[in-house]
């Protein structure tokens, strides 16, 4: 290594956040950083990738990066195989956080929350948008499930194409939507020598409280 792990570090200048900046609620600044990722962020960061904590049975946490699918004031949307392990962790403990970065915005942002199946409908509706690879690896993959090789992941992929070659596949019983509902929304403008902006809002009795955090 060229750099060792200490000295590696950036400094944050490009922008503020300030509480005049800042809605009374959560989504609408939400939508305002979303939209200037997706015109700004290039690949191959994702404008819509995010980090989703769940934590099992033992209360052991687990992250791994998805991609969100909805958003409305409901909450946050995405899909998934319900019995692949993050479903058998939702069902066992049905709360979740998500991480949205982006560096060239140097932004994050935390959400915090109770998750929740979408309806069948919901989940039917995005399915059948989603590319005809993509719907029959719903039905193919045994997610999160151990496999002997590519070969056989290979093999259920033919089998499924066989399945539905006269006929478009419908979306799985066991694969859907999740929608977290937000009960903390934490804003995070990084700023010149750690001393970060951090705006956090927590949802109490239906109304959203707006609190600066120390960086």
Known sequence: MTQTLADMRRDYARDGLTEAQSPDEPFALFHAWFADA???????????????????????????????????????TFFTNYESAKGQQIAARPFAAMTFFWPTLERQVRIEGRVEKVSAQESDAYYQVR????????????????IADRDELEGLIRQTEQRFSDTQPHCPDHWGGYRLLPERI???QGRSSR????????????RWIRERLAP
């Open 131 to 146: 590319p005809l690879g993509s719907r029959l690896g719903a039905w193919a993959s045994p997610q999160s499930r151990v």
């Open 38 to 76: 997706v015109n700004t962020e290039q690949p191959p960061v994702e404008a819509n990738a995010m980090t989703l904590a769940t934590v099992d049975e033992q209360g052991r946490p687990h992250c791994r990066v998805l991609l969100l699918k909805g958003l409305d004031t409901q909450g946050f």
């Open 195 to 206: 001393l970060h902006d951090r705006l956090n809002y927590r949802l109490i009795d239906d």
């Open 186 to 188: 934490e804003f995070w």
